[in-house]
């Protein structure tokens, strides 16, 4: 399983900025960004300026993450949750 996660990325920051918004545990092997930001699109609202998801990155893979993705993680300061969570199961118990 995989670690998945939302960042809020201000790259035109000196320097960028990459603020972790939510992490998403036990992501399945084959579950690519992609899939795992339209699940997220039933659930949550990112965005700034009115523009929905505008600067939010959705991505799996802590290994590859910016290094203060990583620090989020590590902090236990951010909101986590479980990939079931995302499931259409799920949203009809809601």
Do not use: N
């Not at 399945?28 to 609202?45: C, E």
């Amino acid at each position: 399983m995989k670690t998945g996660y939302v960042y809020h990325s201000l790259p035109d920051c000196t320097p960028p900025q990459h603020t972790p918004q939510l992490f998403i545990t036990d992501v399945p092997p084959d579950v690519s960004a992609d899939q795992l930001r339209g699940l997220l699109l039933a659930r949550y609202t990112f965005g700034e300026a009115e523009q929905p998801w505008a600067g939010y990155i959705v991505d799996v893979g802590l290994e590859k993450s910016p290094v203060e993705v990583q620090q989020g993680w590590q902090s236990g300061k951010v909101e986590t949750i479980s990939y079931t969570d995302l499931s259409p199961e799920s949203a009809d118990e809601s």
